[in-house]
């Protein structure tokens, strides 16, 4: 019945257009051409008012280089012809709509399965790209546009399960879906998709969830493929040979590495005969796929009219063929990641006109005679280098000073010199490099004032001068920078106020001026900046108070770091309803009063930090409601009374630190939200770091880690901490802690416990830090506590304990500190105990073997590991460096969001 009813309500539609059209439409007959048919007008206008305009719903800046969105809708009016409002292509002889283009239209809405839209039956090319659908379904109806040839829904936010229905496109030549996270593909599907569309010349899928795909059906793509692009979409397993794909002009198999390997492969006799049946293939592109046992002399079999090659960690191993370099039309060669690659390239292999070229993180040098730098003059040998528009020297060796011959690159529009160690000023001959649209020296030991001369930058869409040695204040003329999207000034040796100007620069999505001497208060000016994902201001000597439009100012604000300031006054109240915050820290202020119950509305909020301040509140029990919460840290502040039951079973479900420490809490431990912190029972976690996706933003917090206060800069998954320490609990440990196995530290000291240490304590088989000093407990150490292999600091200092002290694994390492203010107490590395004790301990054992207290969790381990704790304070305090280029290289992969790569 549903074919029906779609049938009848398609016909009253007509009858309805036509019935208008004899009314209010007359057709000129001298008119040569035919003016756009009626009922396809009035659906038009009816497909208009289904969507409102948004600025966030085509955000221009993640897309570039395609052309700045604009509202092509606003230019169609009733009672003009549909045939020449914008984005409307029509068949002159009929009248009929065959082309709806409205790619980057700013459009926001759900299309739903009885939209106007799909009343244009004689369309053959359709673009939608780059809207926002608010995650509509991918209707079914999109399958009865039988004349379609192109189809273009690439990154509109669409999802829900493929329908069936596209594959009745049996004429479609292109289909791009690529950027729908949320698009669920499947094997069934897939497969009638590739045996229907027989003209398919491209096809692009990248991000489309196809993890439900097995390889195999790659095998039935038609023959007719010109491109196909499958990236980052979840296919796993091994690739299987297509080499019956033949007429592929370009290839792009584009996978996320994972920590424990990677998750697709492609075996030696498989790419030997995929490179040589590509003999028309000029783009081909692989990131990580694993080709550990493929020859890299097997590369030699790719077409001679190959122009850009790029295999992104794909954990290649060998000598690198450098004849490739010598490919006539090669204009891209990228190899990053592949560490055991070796080879190398001198300024002799060079023929032709190079636009890019990467070798980080190989062990392929590049020979050029004396200098690479000074050598890049000499364009006879180098080709013509003068049109280079990309040039990536990143994570070298590099010292000195910049050569002043980059400024002879004038077409360059990306340099990257980040992670070397340049030193000196920027020289002045960079003033010629008018074309520029990235410049990151990030990670050098540059020194001076920023050049005033880069406003001639006008083009310049992202500048990354973080952690060097700049000196002077932030030079007024960077307000000018109008296509300026990206700034990060962060970790220098800037100073004094922040200039109204940078607050008109209205495209900006990244403003970081954390760590230097900013003074002077937060201008309520930056509210201006509607396009803000990432404001951090961190680690300055900013006072006065926080801007209250801060909370609401930005709908697509995913950071706000005010950290380690010296603002005072309230947090401010607005934060409202659609939040895109995902991490919020005022840590290190002074701030009072209380915590505002707005900040709920930040439904993705997953790191909350409001440590370090005068806050004078009860325990907010209203952020439980946070599905996402992950890390709430309220140290160090006035927070009193008890912490009561939580109002929702699953609140704070997610957390994995939970720190209260240093503030006036009482009555007993919070054993229900223990009981809810389901994130910490499971053990079996990725390792990961927090940070924003989007923008290559590294989360941080300051915590205590045993006995020591650290920023950590990158924050691991596998991280899990409980500090409640320094407050007025009182009471008995709860035994259901023991559940929480994945804790890595917990702290209950300086409170007012009372009772014996819970033997399920022995089951947190990953705690690397026990301190239970300064607090009122008694009876016996539990032996249990010896299978905690990884424990590296343990503390009991001042209770009432007594008895002996265990022996054994992790025991035999602590010192007198451990235990001290414990009269009762003996044993190792204590006085020895008498034989009366002895044999109580010995007993003791006896009965812990048969206790049933706790899970029974047994495992020795032969020594110790260094721990995630211990790895986090040597890997991160150390070098406190927000980007570290080897993690910059693992996570960032083929995206490199700096630098707008794909």
Known sequence: MGWLARFLSFLLFHLYFHASSSLSFSFNSSFSAMLCQHDQSLALLQFKKTFSIRSDASPWESYFPYPKPYPKTESWKEGTDCCSWDGITCDFETGNVIGLHLSNSLLFGTIYSNNPLFFLLHLQSLDLSYNDFNNSHLSPQFGQFLNLKYLNLSSSNFGGEFPFEISYLSDLVSLDLSLNDFLILETTIFNKLAQNLTQLQELDLTFVNMSLVAPSSLMNLSSSLTSLRLGYCGLHGKIPDISHLSKLVTLHLLFWDSYGGLMIEIEPMTFDRLVRNLTKIRVFRLRGVNMSMVAPSSLMNLSSSLSSLALIYCELQGKFPDNIIQRPNLQLLDLWGNEHLTGSLTRHNWKNSFRHLDLSWTKIPVYLDYDFIGNLKSLETLGELTQLTELDLSDNSFTGQISSSFGSLKQLSSLYLSYNNFNGQIPSSFENLKQLRSLDLDNNNLSGEIPNYFTNFTQLLSLSLSNNRFTGPIPVQLGRLSCLVNMDLSNNKLHGRIPNSIFKLVDLTVLILSSYNLTGEASSATCKLKSLQILDLSNNSLNGFIPQCLGNFSKSLSVLHLGMNKFHGTIPETFSVGSSLRYLNFNGNQLQRKIPLSISNCRNLEILDLGNNNIDDSFPHFLGTLSNLQILILKSNKLHGLVK??????????????????????????????????????????????????????????????????????????????????????????????????????????????????????????????????????????????????????????????????????????????????????????????????????????????????????????????????????????????????????????????????
């Open 645 to 902: 039951r939580p109002t929702a079973n699953y609140s704070f479900s997610k957390l994995r630190i939970f720190y209260l420490s240093s503030n006036m809490f009482s009555g007993p431990l919070p054993a229900e939200y223990f009981n809810n912190f389901k994130a910490m029972v499971n053990s079996d976690v990725k390792m990961e770091y927090m940070g924003d996706p989007n923008n290559s933003y590294d989360y941080s917090v300051s915590l205590t880690l045993k006995g020591l206060e650290i920023e950590l800069v990158k924050i691991q998954t596998l991280l899990t901490t409980i500090d409640l320490s320094g407050n007025k609990f009182t009471g008995k440990i709860p035994q259901l802690i023991g559940k929480l196995k994945s804790l890595k530290q917990l702290n209950l000291s300086h409170n007012q416990l009372t009772g014996n240490i819970q033997p399920s304590l022995g089951n947190l088989s990953n705690l690397e830090s026990l301190d239970l000093s300064s607090n009122l407990l008694v009876g016996r150490i539990p032996m249990q506590l010896v299978d905690l292999t990884f424990l590296q600091v343990f503390r009991v200092s001042h209770n009432r304990l007594k008895g002996p002290i265990p022996e054994g694994n992790q025991f035999n390492t602590f010192d007198n500190t451990s235990y001290e203010g414990n009269l009762g107490l003996c044993g190792f590395p204590l006085e020895k105990c008498n034989s009366k004790e002895s044999q109580q301990s010995a007993a003791s054992k006896e009965d812990d073997s048969e206790s049933k207290i706790g899970f029974g969790w047994k495992v020795v381990l032969a020594g110790y590991g260094c721990g995630v704790i211990f790895g986090i304070a040597m890997g991160y305090v150390v070098f406190k460096t927000r980007n570290p280029a080897w993690f910059v290289r693992m996570v960032e992969g083929f995206q490199k969001p700096k630098r707008f790569k794909n």
